[in-house]
């Protein structure tokens, strides 16, 4: 399933739902802009794994298999940067 948030400030407040592993902030959301949301987000429980897309460059394919690999994972969060220059 994914949802699309509209603006930051409902971003912030994600947390308090249930029912989702992963969250995914595009390369429009500035570096400055993720980094604030991970600080935020990682005062809520349940934890999740975190997918920062840094650059336009990022193939599809390697957010979806990011997102696949984060299912598998047996850890319960974590922070994954994705970068044209790691993708290649």
Known sequence: MTL???HLG???SMAR???FRTLIMDHT???GEQET???RLHDFPPPFH???????GVPAQTIVS???ACEEDDRECGVHMLAEALAL
């Open 50 to 56: 975190i997918i920062c897309v840094r650059d336009e």
């Open 4 to 6: 699309r948030v509209p």
């Open 10 to 12: 409902v971003m912030s």
């Open 66 to 68: 990011e997102c696949e």
């Open 29 to 31: 959301i500035t570096t």
């Open 37 to 39: 949301i991970i600080q």
């Open 17 to 19: 739902f249930r029912g």
